[in-house]
Every structure is written in C-alpha cells, then in structure tokens.
C-alpha cells in the first residue's frame, strides 16, 4: 500500500480497521455501533431462517411430487431436476441455483434410494445473500457483515462521493482478502443504481444522514421477494412532530407531539415504507424495529402478492389524542366482513372518539396514518436474543443490544404506542404510584400490561382509557391532590366517580421477567456527548463544543493551527525576506 499511515487514525471496531483522515473528509459515527451491532445481528438471523425456508419449500415440493417406480428409474433423474427447476421459478426468483451436471463416476441407484438427486450433486443449491448497503461512506458496516456473517455473499457499497469511494476502498484493501473478495465498492447514485437492478438483492442497508424518504421507493424493488430492508431514519425532530408539516410531505404522515412520539416515529417510517411497496404490489412484514439513541432502525422483509396487499388498510389507523389530558384513541383505516368463504374490505366505522373528550372535555388533534400492526415478530427476537447471548464476545456493543432486545420481548405485541405513568400523574398534579402498584391494578382489573423498549416511564397496555383514569381515581381518593381551578383537565377528570373500584394489591405478573432477575434493560450512555456527529466535510468550530465535546473540538482546532504554523514556516524558509 502506498497509504502514508502516519496522516490516518486506525479505527477497529468488531473483526474490521478502517482507515480516518484527521480531517472530516469521510463520515464515521462512533455511536452507531449499537445500529451496527443489532444489524449483524438480524442479519445473521435472517440467513438462518433463509436456509429453514428454503428446506421447507424443497420438502414440500418433495412430498408432493409422485412416487418413482422401479421400472420409471431411467427416466427419474430428469424429472427430478426439472421439478427443482420449478421450485426456482415459482418460489425463489432466481434465488437458487440447480448443479449443471450429475456425477458419472458415483451412479445413484434410484430404487435403493429415491432421493439421491434432491440430497446429492443435482441438488437445488441456495446462493449465498447478496446485500447492497447503499450509503456506505467508510465502508466499515460493509465490511463487518463480509468478515463476521457467516455464509454471506456479496457486499455491495455505493457511495456517490468520489472521497467516500476512495476511503473505502482503502479500507477493503486494509482489511486483507476476505474484505476484497467479498467487498465491492462503486461510485453511484443509490437510487438509480436500486432502480436498475430491481429484485436483485437480498438484502438492502439504508442508513443515510437524516431522511431515508428519498430512497425507500427504490429499495423496495431491488429487494427480492423474501428479502429484507434494514433502514434508518435520523430525522428525529421532524419524526416526533417538531415539524409537523415537514414529515407529512416526507413521510405522508402527520406527527403528534405525545410521550409515545418516539414509537410513533417507529409507526410513521414503517407505514412510509408500506406505502412505496405497495405501488409495487407488494408489502411488509417488520421483524424488529428499534428506537435507540438519536434514530429509529427498522428491520422488515418484503413480499409480492396482490391479494396480500389488500390488507394495507386493515395495519393502519390515525391517532386522536386529546389536548388536555393526553388521551389517545385509534382509528382504523379499514375493516374486513367475512361472509361464507369470500371476505370483503370495507372502510373503518368512525368516529372513534366525539367532538370533545369524554374525560376532560377538551379538543383532538388528529394524526397518522401509522402502523398499528406489530412492529416485531417475537420469534425473530427470541432467535436473535439468544444469538446475541451465544457470541457476546463478538459484539463491541454487547450490554446495549442485549438490553434493548430483552425490553422488546416482553412488550406487548398487538398494543400500539404506550402510557406514560407521570404523564398520567401530571394532569392530575398527584403524586405518582411506582410502577409495580400500577401495573397490578391494570392486571387485577382483567388486563395486559407491560414496559416498551422506547421508554423507561412507558407502559402498554391494552386497557381502554376510561379504566385507566378510573384506576388513578381510586389513587387519588387514597392520596389527596390540592384543589386545582374547574377548568383544569384534572378538575374534571377528577369530579366523575370511578365506575371501577381499583385493586392495588401485589400481582404476581407486575414485574417482568428481566426486573425479576435483575437483568439491566435501560443503560447510560457510554460516555458524554454521545450522539449524532458532524456531516463529513464540514469544518468543526468552537461553537461543535456542545456536540462534540471541548477534547475533542479543541483537538481538530490545534491540529489546524499546527498545520497553518508549519505551512507559513515552510513559505518564509523557501522565499526568505531580503535584507
């Protein structure tokens, strides 16, 4: 290598080095090795459940095909292979790939053993994945999934800044020959190169700085049927409704401004990416989507069927949420009618809720659609846990993705966004129940109840509101509040007897399984000044301190001062002053 290595940061983050310039030529966020780390993570999950999927299809196909007699055997070498042709054609999508030729040296007796062919050389063979991370930057996310996933194929890194492409390429050349042979770097614009290699990928990796709005429409069609797109939104004020107007041309979502604003960050990217393949005749199915740091991640798989598609409305609904005591009620955007085989889509009944809030009496704001199916597959969690937990070693961010992946298997699947137990005591200005007396009177009166990985303070639970201010009633009768003036939303809320009379007896499900055991579920951040980092290329100033830290923005400073003190030395020593 012909690199000066004296002017570069070496940087080793899992079994991959990159190379950094001391100037911000080439983004790299250190926080995102959490994102890295659960990324790799699912990944391996996925290739998994890849290989179980496609067993199974082949043992279908096998069960189904007919019995092979004695007298048949010449001509059921043939026959076998053709059928695993089908399998290609009708299931895979040019997934898989048939072996060309069958031995002739080792001969299979076919009336000893049927299934030679299907177990044998003549076997339907499945491709290793091939994975596109479209914004690649350094290349360090490529080249971890090339030298820690096993059984993947080719990793192809786009970038459409020559600098970026530069840098990463020297990384795959730093990182020895599993990196070259598996890694591939291109300069490109990700959206064109998505839109002309459709259903070619397994795997699609979005994670750009800020809005990924701008890419989903061609990443779901480069996805293969069956593949998964791993995508990142960091957009986080205009996702949580500081901007309302700007998620809604982004997204096509309305954002509001709850304690669950961060969930339903989760909701609006997943209902975007709905949307985009949906023109396309296809739709999702999330595995995991996380809410971690400064970003949400989603991980969903994308499939082809019109008939499926017609579901859509049935996972999407608007949010009322009331702007006194923060009450929020759903409305679904369809319904379906069975009637004898055939079922019907119709629009959703509405009104959810009447012109003023039957708590407080105050108006709603209205927002979505979000996603308001499960944005997890508890299957997937548990596999992937238990994966996390069998190589800790090999994950840089071990404690963090285990914490949040332990939260996300105990939340209730099918309850969309969350409670907020101070939020609750606020409007009411009563002191707050801890969270186990809480969570027992929600439990004793008949209903579910659990934490979210999104917020400590968060509780879901598939209680309706009026139980919930019926069960704060009851607390309140037990801890009296100050008088507050009769247009407060506590005044009012307060002056309906509760219907329910309150249990706060112990339960024995009030804690989860991790706070039995004591397991850490919300940790601190590693260090100050965690969080996102300045976009590549642009200069850091006094003025980053807040963001970056003093160390290090007086660092870059004194670097730049050096080199501008050395560069004027070296002009007056070439051009010396005249006497």
Same mark, same amino acid.
């Given at each position: 290598?012909?690199t000066?290595?004296?002017?570069?940061?070496?940087?080793?983050?899992g079994?991959?080095?990159?190379?950094?310039?001391a100037?911000?030529?080439?983004?790299?966020?250190?926080t995102?090795?959490?994102?890295?780390?659960?990324?790799?993570?699912?990944?391996?999950a996925?290739?998994?459940?890849?290989?179980?999927?496609?067993?199974?299809?082949?043992?279908?196909k096998?069960?189904?095909?007919?019995?092979?007699?004695?007298?048949?055997?010449?001509?059921?070498?043939?026959?076998? @292979? =053709?059928? #695993?042709?089908?399998?290609?054609?009708? $299931?895979? !999508? *040019?997934?898989?790939?048939?072996?060309?030729?069958i &031995?002739?040296?080792?001969p299979?007796?076919?009336?000893?053993?049927p299934?030679?062919?299907?177990?044998?050389?003549?076997?339907?063979e499945l491709?290793?994945?091939?994975?596109?991370?479209?914004?690649?930057?350094?290349?360090?996310?490529?080249?971890?999934?090339?030298?820690?996933?096993?059984g993947?194929?080719?990793?192809?890194?786009?970038?459409?800044d020559k @600098? =970026?492409? #530069?840098?990463?390429?020297?990384?795959? $050349?730093? !990182? *020895?020959?599993?990196?070259?042979?598996?890694?591939? &770097?291109?300069?490109?614009?990700?959206?064109?190169?998505?839109?002309?290699?459709?259903?070619?990928f397994?795997?699609?990796?979005?994670d750009?700085?800020?809005?990924?709005?701008?890419?989903?429409d061609?990443?779901?069609?480069?996805v293969?049927?069956?593949?998964?797109?791993?995508?990142?939104?960091?957009?986080?004020?205009?996702?949580?409704?500081?901007?309302?107007?700007?998620?809604?041309s982004?997204?096509?979502s309305?954002?509001?401004? *709850?304690?669950y604003?961060?969930e339903?960050?989760?909701?609006?990217?997943?209902?975007?990416?709905?949307?985009?393949?949906?023109?396309?005749?296809?739709?999702?199915?999330?595995?995991?989507?996380?809410?971690?740091?400064f970003?949400?991640?989603?991980f969903?798989?994308?499939?082809?069927s019109?008939?499926?598609?017609?579901?859509?409305?049935?996972?999407?609904?608007?949010?009322?949420?009331?702007?006194?005591?923060?009450?929020?009620?759903?409305?679904?955007?369809?319904?379906?009618?069975?009637?004898?085989?055939?079922?019907?889509?119709?629009?959703?009944?509405?009104?959810v809720?009447?012109?003023?809030?039957?708590?407080?009496?105050?108006?709603?704001?209205?927002?979505?659609?979000?996603?308001?199916?499960?944005?997890?597959?508890?299957?997937w969690?548990?596999?992937?846990?238990?994966?996390v937990k069998?190589?800790?070693?090999?994950?840089?961010?071990?404690?963090?993705?285990?914490?949040?992946?332990?939260t996300?298997?105990?939340?209730?699947?099918d309850?969309?966004?969350?409670?907020?137990l101070?939020?609750?005591?606020?409007?009411?200005?009563?002191t707050?129940?801890?969270?186990?007396?809480?969570?027992?009177?929600?439990?004793n009166?008949?209903?579910?109840?659990?934490?979210?990985?999104?917020?400590?303070?968060g509780?879901k639970?598939?209680?309706?509101?009026?139980?919930?201010?019926?069960?704060m009633?009851?607390?309140?009768?037990?801890h009296?509040?100050?008088?507050?003036?009769p247009?407060?939303?506590?005044?009012?809320?307060l002056?309906?007897?509760?219907?329910?009379?309150?249990?706060?007896?112990?339960?024995?499900?009030?804690?989860?399984?991790?706070?039995?055991?004591?397991?850490?579920?919300?940790?601190?951040?590693?260090?100050?000044?965690?969080?996102?980092?300045?976009?590549?290329g642009?200069q850091?100033?006094s003025?980053?301190?807040?963001?970056l830290?003093?160390?290090?923005?007086?660092?870059?400073?004194?670097?730049?001062?050096?080199?501008e003190h050395?560069?004027?030395?070296?002009?007056?020593?070439?051009?010396?002053?005249?006497?």
């Amino acid at each position: 290598m012909t690199t000066d290595l004296s002017d570069y940061a070496i940087i080793k983050e899992g079994e991959a080095e990159i190379l950094m310039h001391a100037k911000n030529q080439v983004f790299y966020n250190k926080t995102q090795v959490n994102n890295r780390d659960i990324s790799i993570a699912v990944l391996r999950a996925f290739i998994e459940k890849r290989k179980e999927e496609h067993v199974a299809r082949l043992s279908k196909k096998t069960k189904t095909a007919p019995k092979v007699s004695e007298k048949d055997a010449s001509n059921s070498v043939v026959e076998e @292979v =053709s059928n #695993e042709s089908d399998i290609i054609d009708e $299931k895979t !999508n *040019g997934d898989c790939e048939v072996a060309a030729e069958i &031995s002739q040296e080792e001969p299979c007796s076919i009336s000893e053993e049927p299934n030679k062919v299907t177990e044998g050389k003549g076997r339907v063979e499945l491709k290793p994945p091939r994975v596109l991370e479209a914004l690649s930057a350094s290349g360090l996310r490529a080249l971890r999934y090339a030298r820690e996933v096993e059984g993947i194929g080719q990793v192809v890194a786009l970038d459409n800044d020559k @600098v =970026s492409v #530069e840098a990463c390429r020297r990384n795959i $050349k730093f !990182n *020895g020959s599993v990196a070259c042979t598996k890694v591939e &770097s291109h300069l490109a614009d990700a959206r064109v190169h998505m839109l002309t290699h459709p259903k070619e990928f397994d795997v699609v990796d979005l994670d750009p700085y800020g809005s990924p709005s701008v890419f989903l429409d061609s990443a779901v069609q480069s996805v293969v049927d069956g593949g998964l797109l791993m995508c990142t939104a960091t957009d986080m004020a205009v996702l949580c409704g500081g901007n309302g107007e700007v998620c809604y041309s982004k997204y096509g979502s309305y954002p509001l401004r *709850g304690k669950y604003c961060h969930e339903m960050a989760l909701r609006i990217l997943l209902a975007c990416i709905e949307s985009h393949a949906n023109r396309y005749k296809r739709y999702i199915v999330p595995v995991l989507s996380v809410q971690m740091d400064f970003y949400v991640r989603v991980f969903v798989r994308i499939y082809s069927s019109a008939s499926a598609m017609k579901n859509t409305p049935l996972k999407l609904s608007y949010v009322y949420q009331c702007i006194g005591c923060d009450s929020f009620h759903l409305q679904p955007i369809g319904r379906t009618v069975a009637k004898n085989s055939s079922v019907r889509y119709l629009p959703g009944f509405g009104p959810v809720v009447p012109q003023e809030c039957n708590d407080c009496g105050k108006k709603f704001n209205m927002g979505g659609p979000i996603w308001s199916a499960p944005i997890h597959d508890q299957e997937w969690v548990t596999s992937i846990l238990s994966d996390v937990k069998s190589m800790k070693e090999r994950y840089p961010a071990y404690d963090r993705i285990s914490a949040v992946l332990t939260t996300i298997s105990e939340e209730l699947p099918d309850v969309p966004l969350f409670l907020s137990l101070h939020n609750l005591c606020a409007t009411l200005k009563c002191t707050s129940p801890s969270a186990v007396i809480f969570r027992s009177a929600v439990i004793n009166a008949g209903y579910r109840i659990s934490g979210t990985h999104v917020n400590p303070l968060g509780l879901k639970s598939d209680a309706p509101m009026d139980v919930i201010w019926d069960i704060m009633r009851c607390w309140v009768k037990n801890h009296p509040v100050k008088p507050q003036p009769p247009d407060q939303s506590g005044t009012v809320i307060l002056a309906k007897e509760p219907v329910l009379q309150a249990n706060f007896a112990r339960a024995i499900a009030s804690l989860s399984k991790a706070q039995t055991k004591k397991i850490a579920r919300f940790l601190p951040n590693p260090e100050r000044h965690w969080g996102p980092k300045l976009r590549a290329g642009r200069q850091i100033t006094s003025k980053h301190i807040s963001l970056l830290g003093p160390d290090a923005v007086n660092g870059v400073l004194n670097h730049e001062e050096d080199e501008e003190h050395n560069a004027k030395r070296q002009k007056i020593e070439d051009h010396p002053t005249p006497n």
